[in-house]
Nanobody, 122 residues
Framework: QVQLVESGGGLVQPGGSLRLSCTAS????????MSWYRQAPGKERELVAI???????NYAGSVKGRFTISRDNARNTVYLQMNSLKAEDTAVYYC????????????????WGQGTQVTVSS
């Protein structure tokens, strides 16, 4: 049974910090690219950050310099450290796992967690 379980969301004031965690099971975590997405009310889901199997990272421009994605393969966990939070960061944050098959980069799966609410408000 595939599971991606997010935790760490909550209510924080502008300028504050939160650390999200996503713990995976039921698939080979170390072979998966891991991402965080978010969806605000009335908005499309957007990619926030990605970390590949090799440890390369990319970020949305709106969070660059404030958020850091990391992974611990021994714990099957991906993290999102969020600093200097803004009201615009308010959203449900989702953990995502994708795997691609060599040599033609066919996508083998695309798994999603249930999401964790982050609310940035004074």
């Amino acid at each position: 049974q595939v599971q991606l379980v997010e935790s760490g969301g909550g209510l924080v004031q502008p300028g504050g910090s939160l650390r999200l965690s996503c713990t995976a099971s039921g698939f080979t975590f170390s072979s998966s690219d891991m991402s965080w997405y978010r969806q605000a009310p009335g908005k499309e889901r957007e990619l926030v950050a990605i970390i590949t199997t090799g440890g390369s990272t990319n970020y949305a421009g709106s969070v660059k310099g404030r958020f850091t994605i990391s992974r611990d393969n021994a714990r099957n966990t991906v993290y999102l450290q969020m600093n200097s939070l803004k009201a615009e960061d308010t959203a449900v944050y989702y953990c995502n796992a994708k795997r691609f098959q060599a040599p033609l980069f066919r996508q083998l799966y695309d798994y999603w967690g249930q999401g964790t609410q982050v609310t940035v408000s004074s």
